[in-house]
């Protein structure tokens, strides 16, 4: 397949690249070469591209700074994947698009008042303009027609770019001590977990003898995240743990303390619980989908 790929310069797009160009032909814009707040260029862009299949991770994804550039966070998140959804609406291919457990607004309990993980169907609130510029994109998606796929991910880290894992392993050999927010829980996602379980699915695509009727099928909105629910302090004593026994660190593994998000005041607000379920893409798909550790020493692994 010939795809279009954005955001190669990013976390998600950086790892995609490589394994779907594997594959298949991959023409990956950077944002000199297609710039997402450009409507009209996408549509040039696309014209002149051909795609049997568009792939959409970029995205404005400052969550903090989004609060004071809404109108360019919405251009790039609520109203590009729109005009690529439309492209692909006019031409008859999918769009493959990623989005965000900010969508929702973290106050999710069960029965108990226990913290439990949103299904697909849980109703979305979000709290800050990232979320809702994001689902904006997503609504503009499903409102298009187009063959879609649409996956919610979160905390997602990779051995590139800017992320907490590189964050956390930079201050680990600055300092004593890390005083990590332990009341907010999600699921630390490895772009690499991403990338893989994104491709399988590609390939389940093409390995189709009816594409239309697999996208009949398969079209819809999906949790992808790893598997189980920690907070930025869990995330941090593990990443401490499994760098500190990797070799990883240039000294001994700081003490990791607990602080609340309110000593930690941030531009935008953050949902307390955003943990998602993930139960519908596996059984939809057969993936295996590895618990948050697992992937984390696997993105460990591919660090020197
Ligand atoms: N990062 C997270 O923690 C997180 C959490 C939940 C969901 N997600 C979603 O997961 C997906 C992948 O995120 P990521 O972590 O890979 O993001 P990322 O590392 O921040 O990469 C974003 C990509 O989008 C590109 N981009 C931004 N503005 C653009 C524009 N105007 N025109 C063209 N390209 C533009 C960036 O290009 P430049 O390099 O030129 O800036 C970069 O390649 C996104 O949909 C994001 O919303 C991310």
Sequence with gaps: MRILLTGVTGQLGHTLHPILSQHHEVI???????????????????TNCQPDLIINPAAYTTVDKAETEPDLAQA???????????????????LIHFSTDYVYDGSLRDEQDVLTS????????????????????????????????IFRTSWVYSTFGKN???????LANERDELRVVNDQWGAPTSANAIADISASIVQQLCASENPAQWWQLHQGLYHLTTTGRTSWCGFTQEIMRQASAGGKLKKAAPSVTG?????????????VNSSLNTDLLASTFGVQI????????VCLSKMK
């Design 290 to 297: 590895p618990a948050w550790e697992t992937a984390l020493a």
């Design 164 to 170: 907490f894992l590189l964050t956390m392993l930079r």
């Design 118 to 149: 949103y299904t697909e169907d849980a109703p979305t609130n979000p709290l800050n303009v990232y979320g809702k510029t994001k689902l904006a994109g997503e609504q503009a998606i499903i409102a298009s027609g187009c063959q879609y796929l």
């Design 259 to 271: 602080i609340p998000a309110v000593d930690y005041p941030t531009p935008a607000q953050r949902p």
């Design 28 to 46: 990956a814009p950077t944002r000199a070469e297609l710039d997402l707040s450009d409507t009209a260029a996408i549509a040039t862009f696309v």
């Design 76 to 94: 790039i998140n609520g109203i590009a994947p729109g005009e690529f959804a439309a492209q692909a609406k006019k031409r008859g291919i999918g």
